[in-house]
């Protein structure tokens, strides 16, 4: 039975992580030490991300007022912005 309910909270787990939904945003402003910010379509905080969280894009190729595509994942510090990509 414990195997049982171990398999089934693995699964639902796993699903869970399966479903993240991809956020829309606006880029608000980039930093000269690789890290910026979003303006998130409908929210009022800007979301911090950093250049290593960029999927498919470098850095230098993003300004401000770019549209991009992201998850949002809690970290220490709060939110952020993961697997960036431009919209």
Known sequence: ???SLLHLMVIRCIE????KRM???TIAGLT???FGFIKRDG???DLFFHAKE???ISFEELNVGDKVTF???EGPKGQHAVNVSKA
Not at 16 to 19: D, E, G, M, N, T
């Open 54 to 56: 960029l999927a498919n």
């Open 43 to 45: 929210e009022e905080k």
């Open 71 to 73: 998850e949002v994942e």
């Open 1 to 3: 039975m414990f195997r």
């Open 23 to 25: 956020s829309e945003g």
């Open 16 to 19: 869970s992580k399966q479903k």
């Open 32 to 34: 000269d030490k690789g």
